[in-house]
C-alpha cells in the first residue's frame, strides 16, 4: 500500500489527509501541538479562558461541501452560530473602551459609536454590506472549478464557531 506523510494537523492538513486516505493511501499525520486543528481549534489560553485560534474567522470551508463529503459532523465538528462574535477591549487614555460586534449591524453600529462617535459607525455599515457581497460571490467559486478573482478582502456580518467536539 502506498503511504503518505502529513506534517501538521491544520484543518487543511486534516483535509489533504482525509483525501488521501479516501484515494487508498496509508496516511499518518505528524503534529507538535498538543491540540490538533490549528486555527480550528479551542484552547485554554487563561484559566478558565477557552478561546479559538481563528476558528471564529472558518466561513470558508462551509461554502465547499467538504464538510458533509467527508462527513464531518460524524467525528464532531459541528458551527454553533455565535452573537455577538467579536468583543474588542481597548484603553483610550486612561479609560478602558471595547467595541462588541454583533450579526446585527445596527447593534454593532451602535457600539462603535459609544466609542468613537456616529460619524465613524456610519462609515463601517458599507464596507460590512459590501463584505458580505464578496464573501457571497466567492462562496459561488469555490463550489465550481473556476478560480477565485483577485482578493479583495472581506468584512462578513456572519461568523462562525468551529468546536472540534471534546
Known sequence: MTKAVVIGSGHNALISACYLAKAGLEVEVFERDQVIGGAVSTVERWPG???DRGSSLHVMLRFTGIVEELQLSKFGLQYLEVDPWAFAPF?????QEAITFHSD???TCASIEKVA????????APSCLTGEKEM????????SSQPLPPWHGCC?????????GD
Do not use: C, H, N
Open 49 to 51: 479562558f477557552a478561546v
Open 91 to 95: 484603553w483610550q487614555g486612561s479609560t
Open 105 to 107: 449591524l445596527d447593534k
Open 117 to 124: 462617535g456616529a460619524k465613524d459607525a456610519i462609515a463601517i
Open 136 to 143: 457571497s460571490e466567492s462562496s459561488r467559486f469555490f463550489k
Open 156 to 164: 462578513s456580518s456572519r461568523r462562525t464557531k468551529a468546536y472540534s
